[in-house]
């Protein structure tokens, strides 16, 4: 499986957004500072994500949703 996530930072508030295909892994990563973008806005949230079977639709819909009208679809129907 692959999950699409969304991480929200409990330092300013900011969004996350990424594929994995180990969940709970990912975000002990992004807590221990691990990757560099989100290591200044830790601690993070995992706020919602959703499962696909599919390696290709999965980085198809995180690329959407960090884009602009995924933006607003994630504002409006996901948090």
Do not use: Q
């Amino acid at each position: 499986m692959y999950y699409v996530y969304i991480l929200k930072s409990e330092k300013d508030d900011s969004l996350y957004k990424g594929v994995t295909i180990n969940l709970k892994k990912r975000l002990t990563e992004h807590n221990s500072g691990s990757p560099i973008y989100s290591s200044t806005k830790k601690p993070f949230k995992l706020i919602w994500y959703c499962a696909f079977t599919d390696k290709l639709r999965a980085y198809r819909f995180e690329r959407y949703l960090k884009r602009g009208s995924g933006h607003a679809f994630t504002k409006k129907h996901l948090i």
